[in-house]
Structure formats: structure tokens, C-alpha cells
């Protein structure tokens, strides 16, 4: 059974830091692109950082330069350091696999609520 469980949300002062992590089972962990997604509260579900399987990263605008995207195969887990956070990087923040070989293939986790007040 696939299982994606993420860890480390919490509540936050703007300007303060907080980190994310994710780990799978379930999964060839060092064959999937991972990836975090965040949805707002009244908003659409938004991709925020992706690593693929060989540490290439990409970033959506709004985080570009405060949040960071990583992964350790060995530990089966992929983190976000999200950096100088703001009122509006609250959200509840998700994890995502997808596998190379077969895109089909991808899986969700239920998701870790980070607020940052201002």
C-alpha cells in the first residue's frame, strides 16, 4: 500500500522559517519525481516545488528564492524549507509522486497545514 505522510506544518510568524517532510512507502522512492502542491483556503491547488529523480528543481514564482525542495533516497523523503514565509503561503501543503517510468502512476498525501500570521 502506497502511503505519503507529511509532517512539520504548524503556525508561523511572517518572516519566520518552517520545514516540511514527506516520506513514502510503498513506492521505488528513487524512481518517482516529487513534488509539494499547496491549496489555499478558497483557492485552487497549486504546484510549489518539484525535484526530479536526479535532484533537478523547479519552482513556482511565488517561492522562488524562499523555499527550498530536496530529497534523501535513502530515507524514502523529500522536504521543504520554506524561508521568510508570509501571510499568504498559508495554505494546506501536500506531497505528490509521480513515477517516471509510467506517469499513470502518482499518488497524493493527505496534506500539513502551515499558517503564518502576520
Known amino acids: 500500500q502506497v502511503q505519503l505522510m507529511e509532517s512539520g506544518g504548524g503556525l508561523v510568524q511572517a518572516g519566520e522559517s518552517l520545514s516540511l517532510s514527506c516520506l513514502a512507502s510503498?513506492?521505488?522512492?528513487?524512481?518517482?519525481?516529487m513534488n509539494w502542491y499547496r491549496q489555499a483556503p478558497g483557492k485552487e491547488r497549486e504546484l510549489v516545488a518539484t525535484?526530479?529523480?536526479?535532484?533537478?528543481?523547479n519552482y513556482a514564482d511565488s517561492v522562488k528564492g524562499r523555499f527550498s525542495i530536496s530529497r534523501d533516497n535513502t530515507k524514502r523523503t523529500v522536504y521543504l524549507r520554506l524561508n521568510t514565509l508570509k501571510p499568504e503561503d498559508t495554505a494546506d501543503y501536500y506531497c505528490?509522486?509521480?513515477?517516471?517510468?509510467?506517469?499513470?502512476?502518482?499518488?497524493w498525501g493527505r496534506g500539513t497545514r502551515v499558517t503564518v500570521s502576520s
Open positions: 505528490h509522486a509521480r513515477d517516471t517510468f509510467d506517469s499513470v502512476l502518482n499518488y
Open positions: 525535484i526530479s529523480t536526479e535532484g533537478s528543481t
Open positions: 510503498g513506492i521505488i522512492f528513487s524512481h518517482y519525481t
